[in-house]
């Protein structure tokens, strides 16, 4: 795929592959962004473990630098248009990071500029625990942040449940990047084996890019990518630019559980099966099998 190679166009003219603009989906970046060789781009479905990879990979490639103050400000969501920014100046300042730069995405592959330029970091999480993290997520937002989201404040699980579903999100980046599993280019990392061996995934990462890493710096990347070390420094993971952690999250965090299995405190046997079905629709037998979704 050839990428646009000028700066951001105006709305009207802009291909319709790049998506269509929501608060957190601004195609005039995609459009407009220009991918180096040495680019990474982390690419999830919502709730999937994206932050957990944006401190991992900002963590390898700082050698364990915890003097941030907002993991966004040294790896940005690249279709993310920052309130009252510009697309240009956005761009601008994408052109001004220093390589190897890191982005994160939750563009479907037809979205994702540079796909045969860049690296990308792919990771899936099971798509159940995923719908109860985002339930999680949008009832602890600020009350303004869940208003722009058209989230009522009295949601209940099943009014959720219904929007993470409908929405569709986590069923259509899988089925985009699935066929993209094996391209030299992705490395295709599981939630679920990244918890039960957080060193294997940073040790196949670090192959996967040919950086390096001294043994020292590999104790502080293990350390800082820990769940317990996330959690104590939430407020650097939880709020999206232009917003301090209070004024996005009413209480909590984006670092909240980080549990394999904790779907089951919350989806009733009809919702699981309602999640497993569509998967079976939309997903390659052999998708499902890979994510666990069937035995
Ligand atoms: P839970 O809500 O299940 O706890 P995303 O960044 O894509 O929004 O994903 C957020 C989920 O990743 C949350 O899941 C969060 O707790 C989990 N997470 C973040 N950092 C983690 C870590 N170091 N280890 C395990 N899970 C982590």
């Not at 990428?3 to 929501?22: E, F």
């Not at 915890?66 to 300042?93: H, K």
């Not at 709020?239 to 999250?249: C, D, K, L, N, R």
């Amino acid at each position: 795929m050839t990428n646009t190679k000028t700066a951001a166009q105006p709305a009207g003219n802009l291909d319709p592959k790049w998506g269509a603009a929501s608060l957190f989906h601004e195609p005039a970046l995609l459009a407009g962004f220009r991918p180096r060789a040495t680019d990474v781009l982390i690419t999830t479905a919502p709730k999937a473990g994206t932050t957990w990879m944006q401190q991992i990979l900002y963590q390898l490639r700082s050698g364990g630098d915890e003097s941030f103050d907002n993991i966004f400000d040294v790896v940005p969501w690249l279709e993310y248009r920052r309130p009252g920014v510009d697309v240009a100046t956005m761009l601008r300042d994408y052109e001004a990071m220093s390589n190897p730069r890191i982005f994160k995405t939750h563009c479907t592959y037809e979205q994702t500029p540079g796909t045969d330029t860049v690296r990308i970091v792919m990771t899936s999480r099971d798509p159940r625990d995923c719908c109860v993290s985002y339930y999680h997520h949008m009832i602890n937002l600020a009350d303004p942040i869940r208003d722009r989201l058209g989230v009522d404040e009295n949601a209940t699980f099943d009014d959720l449940f219904e929007r993470w579903l409908a929405g569709g999100a986590w069923f259509r980046n899988i089925q985009s990047w699935w066929p993209h599993r094996t391209d030299a280019n992705v490395l295709w990392l599981r939630y679920e084996d990244m918890k039960r061996d957080l060193e294997q995934a940073v040790d196949s990462i670090v192959g996967f890019l040919g950086w390096t890493l001294e043994p020292d710096q590999k104790a502080r990347v293990l350390e800082h990518c820990s769940f317990e070390w996330m959690k104590r420094h939430n407020a650097k993971f939880s709020a999206v630019p232009g917003y301090t952690i209070s004024e996005h999250f009413e209480k909590g965090g984006l670092i909240r559980k980080g549990k394999v299995g904790d779907y089951k405190t919350l989806l009733s046997k009809q919702q699981e099966q309602r999640i497993l079905d569509q998967a079976r629709e939309m997903l390659e037998p052999e998708c499902l099998v890979f994510l666990g979704l069937v035995p």
